[in-house]
């Protein structure tokens, strides 16, 4: 197993990655959004091949192994998303793939995952540490950890879009507002523009990164945490090294409802006309709900799109019962 602690993500390692990703994928749209009578802007990283952002940080991941880890292959733990990643990167560059999964993942998520050529291994959630699955499995098979927010490689990759966002506005952002986990996009994006504010937006109850950041120390989830729909923003913990990265530069997290989150789904779908999945949107419902500023210097992650077809459309008709 590769210890993923032995190396240190940097700025630079961030520009590596945005070259390596940019020979393979274009750049998804950078687009102008009105709220609240300002302009801003929306980064449309659910218009990814696998729709969500997590491709970038995957891909950078595999193809910085060696000949001798890609013959032994990679497991990786996922809601979906990065799953998607990890499988569409392996399918390419001809390595197998294991992706531990939570039973209740959208089905959507753990059928695209499995069309992509990956093993898919499910686990109890929440009664089941995901993390412990993925080492048992590596110790039984051997094989590289490809981890969704906690690997130095996967966190300059996520933070590609930040160089992608200061190439197409032609200047630095000065805010970016990210939907946050596991804290892998936000680390990678303040290396990507150190000179940004970076706001994580966490579901309400799932604010691990930032009730870490605020107390200095890893915060796990409670056992009774609310449900969410935001699938994508549920890890237990953040990792040491993703704290590390966030303290000092990330502005304070704050917080996103599902009636929120829905609000920016229908907001998406009419004035943008994206399809985003409600982890997707929690970046934007912070932004429409006011609680993070917005300006001309703004950019919202918008960062995935792989939504469940029925939930996606009552919440699109209006219907609050949708997860």
């Known amino acids: ?16 990655a945005a070259a390596a990703i940019a020979a393979i994928l274009p750049p998804t749209p950078l687009l102008p959004v009105e709220i609240n009578g300002v302009r801003a802007w929306v980064k449309a990283d659910n218009l990814q091949p696998i729709g969500s952002f997590k491709i970038r940080g995957a891909w950078w991941r595999l193809s910085n192994l060696s000949a001798q880890e ?56 929440p009664q089941e540490d995901r993390d412990a699955v993925a080492a048992r499995l590596i110790a039984e098979r051997g094989g590289t950890l490809v981890h969704a927010f906690g690997d130095p490689w996967v966190i ?3 933070g590609s879009a930040a160089i992608e966002i200061a190439a197409q506005l032609g200047r630095a952002p000065g805010r970016i507002i990210a939907c946050c986990g596991g804290g892998g996009l936000t680390a990678g994006l303040g290396l990507g523009a150190p000179d940004a504010r970076i706001h994580p937006v966490e579901p309400v109850g799932w604010d691990m990164v ?26 237990n913990v953040t990792k040491p090294l993703n704290l590390t990265l966030l303290k000092d530069r990330a502005e304070p997290g704050v917080t996103v409802t599902d009636d929120e989150v829905r609000d920016a789904q229908r907001f998406a779908f009419a004035q943008l ?15 429409l709900a006011g609680k993070v ?29 949708a997860s």
Not at 3 to 16: C, H, L, M, N
Not at 273 to 287: D, H, K
Request: contains cysteine; hydrophobic residues 50%.
């Open 273 to 287: 006309r994206l399809v985003v999945e409600p982890g997707g949107a929690a970046a934007l419902a912070a932004a």
């Open 70 to 125: 890609r013959a032994a292959g990679v497991v990786a733990v996922s809601s979906g998303n990065h799953a998607q990643g990890v499988a569409w990167s392996a399918r390419r560059l001809g390595i197998r793939a294991a992706i531990v999964m939570p039973h209740d993942a959208p089905q959507v998520k753990l059928d695209n995952t499995a069309a992509l050529g990956a093993e898919v291994v499910l686990y109890q959630r």
């Open 1 to 16: 197993m590769i210890q993923t602690d032995t190396r240190f993500p940097t700025s630079a390692g961030v520009e590596a």
């Open 210 to 235: 930032g009730r870490a950041m605020a107390a200095g120390e890893l915060v796990h989830a409670a056992p009774d945490a609310p449900k969410t729909i935001c699938d994508a923003l549920q890890p």
């Open 293 to 321: 500023p917005v300006d001309a210097g703004t950019v919202i992650m918008i960062t995935g799109g792989n939504a469940d077809p029925a939930a996606y459309a009552a919440t699109i008709g209006g219907g609050a019962g």
């Open 156 to 158: 300059e990759g996520q």
